[in-house]
């Protein structure tokens, strides 16, 4: 089975000026620069490309791209998680309340923690693979369901919404603190998993099987790729990545409360969006993703260092989003026939 969208995002080894601008990273990347020399032009007097200031997004962008790029993936094989929302607080108060209020140790704690964001993305994955209902609505249930859980669990065990957590050393200088330039251990964390999920996609047998997925399921059973462990395993990447994100915010202010995100859902979305991955499947790059996410955060972040009103952030974000939907279907478009053309 072939896949001309799939072959358009894998790296090639020659290099041309006309094959670098087909790439479907490339749309994101040049959204990228543009609205980063955008702040940094209204910004510069007010430190937007101070270390500080360059860490203050940097920092944010770490905590959707970690999630981001397993949603990305999720959404390469035409499926959603809208969960993590409740995932992500789940995590935290797991964490805390196994550390903190129960005083176990760390590793027990991350066990714990991890083994339940798993249990949570392998019900996400058996229940669109078994009843074959849309993973918006599946996840859109498991939402509401972990953060009821979470908000019972946590009054039933603790009395309390809230919870403290005092971390020692290693854990803290690994999940939870600042490093050279400010820079958040999260950081770290978002460019290994950036590296190690760049070569699953466009290096490894998976990554064909990713595209396949997207592109047509049923070709894709039919050519022996097992898709219902694929889906399932993917939820539980989501899941996991979504638990790393909270362990890590956590860690790092020392506590943790029972609040369901849902700005986080969006956020993740829109980066990935923005990153050229396309809503209906089959289309995409780790590369794009990261440099989405990296946008989304410059905006949400960089504001704040302009004389604009902070207000118009969410114009500006939707406004972003718009023109990259319309321009990575251009990118995508340009790669697809690129691609078309060498096999001709």
Same mark, same amino acid.
């Given at each position: 089975?072939?896949?001309? *969208? /799939?072959?358009?995002?894998?790296?090639?080894?020659?290099?041309?000026?006309?094959?670098?601008?087909?790439?479907?990273?490339?749309?994101?990347?040049?959204?990228?620069?543009?609205?980063?020399?955008?702040?940094?032009? %209204?910004?510069?007097?007010?430190? %937007?490309?101070?270390?500080?200031?360059?860490?203050?997004?940097?920092?944010?962008?770490?905590?959707?791209?970690?999630? /981001?790029?397993?949603?990305?993936?999720?959404?390469?094989?035409?499926?959603?998680?809208?969960?993590?929302?409740?995932?992500?607080?789940? $995590?935290?108060?797991?964490?805390?309340?196994?550390?903190?209020?129960?005083?176990?140790?760390?590793?027990?704690?991350?066990?714990?923690?991890?083994?339940?964001?798993?249990?949570?993305?392998?019900?996400?994955?058996?229940?669109?693979?078994?009843?074959?209902?849309?993973?918006?609505?599946?996840?859109?249930?498991?939402?509401?369901?972990?953060?009821? $859980?979470?908000?019972?669990?946590?009054?039933?065990?603790?009395?309390?919404?809230?919870?403290?957590?005092?971390?020692?050393?290693?854990?803290?200088?690994?999940?939870?603190?600042?490093?050279?330039?400010?820079? !958040?251990?999260?950081?770290?964390?978002?460019?290994?998993?950036?590296?190690?999920?760049?070569?699953?996609?466009?290096?490894?047998?998976?990554?064909?099987?990713?595209?396949?997925?997207?592109?047509?399921?049923?070709?894709?059973?039919?050519?022996?790729?097992?898709?219902?462990?694929?889906?399932?395993?993917?939820?539980?990447?989501?899941?996991?990545? /979504?638990?790393?994100?909270?362990?890590?915010? *956590?860690?790092?202010?020392?506590? /943790?409360?029972?609040?369901?995100? %849902?700005?986080?859902?969006?956020?993740?979305?829109?980066?990935?969006?923005?990153?050229?991955?396309?809503?209906?499947?089959?289309?995409?790059?780790?590369?794009?993703?990261?440099?989405?996410?990296?946008?989304?955060?410059?905006? !949400? !972040?960089?504001?704040?260092?302009?004389?604009?009103?902070?207000?118009?952030?969410?114009?500006?974000?939707?406004?972003?989003?718009?023109?990259?939907?319309?321009?990575?279907?251009?990118?995508?478009?340009?790669?697809?026939?690129?691609?078309?053309?060498?096999?001709?």
């Amino acid at each position: 089975m072939t896949d001309n *969208t /799939a072959n358009a995002t894998k790296p090639s080894g020659g290099f041309s000026i006309g094959s670098l601008f087909r790439r479907p990273e490339v749309g994101a990347f040049v959204g990228m620069m543009l609205v980063f020399l955008f702040f940094s032009y %209204f910004g510069y007097d007010r430190n %937007f490309l101070s270390p500080f200031g360059t860490s203050s997004w940097v920092n944010a962008a770490s905590t959707i791209g970690i999630i /981001a790029i397993p949603i990305g993936f999720l959404m390469i094989a035409g499926e959603l998680d809208i969960s993590i929302g409740a995932v992500v607080p789940a $995590a935290k108060m797991t964490m805390a309340i196994a550390c903190g209020f129960y005083e176990l140790p760390i590793l027990a704690g991350l066990l714990i923690t991890f083994g339940i964001a798993a249990s949570v993305g392998w019900i996400n994955g058996m229940l669109v693979t078994r009843t074959k209902v849309p993973s918006l609505i599946v996840t859109l249930a498991t939402l509401f369901a972990v953060s009821g $859980a979470t908000l019972f669990l946590s009054l039933l065990l603790t009395d309390t919404t809230s919870q403290a957590l005092t971390s020692p050393a290693w854990a803290k200088a690994l999940f939870g603190d600042y490093h050279i330039w400010g820079f !958040q251990s999260s950081v770290f964390w978002w460019i290994a998993l950036a590296g190690l999920l760049y070569y699953v996609l466009h290096y490894s047998p998976w990554g064909n099987w990713l595209f396949a997925l997207g592109g047509d399921q049923d070709s894709a059973r039919n050519a022996g790729i097992p898709t219902d462990k694929l889906k399932i395993g993917l939820f539980m990447l989501a899941s996991m990545a /979504a638990a790393l994100s909270g362990v890590c915010e *956590t860690v790092l202010s020392n506590s /943790a409360t029972t609040t369901t995100n %849902f700005a986080l859902i969006f956020n993740t979305i829109i980066a990935v969006v923005v990153g050229g991955v396309l809503l209906t499947g089959g289309f995409g790059t780790v590369a794009g993703i990261f440099f989405g996410t990296a946008t989304l955060s410059i905006v !949400q !972040q960089g504001i704040g260092y302009t004389p604009f009103d902070r207000n118009l952030s969410s114009l500006i974000i939707g406004v972003m989003l718009l023109i990259a939907v319309l321009m990575n279907d251009s990118f995508r478009s340009m790669a697809t026939n690129w691609a078309s053309k060498k096999k001709e």
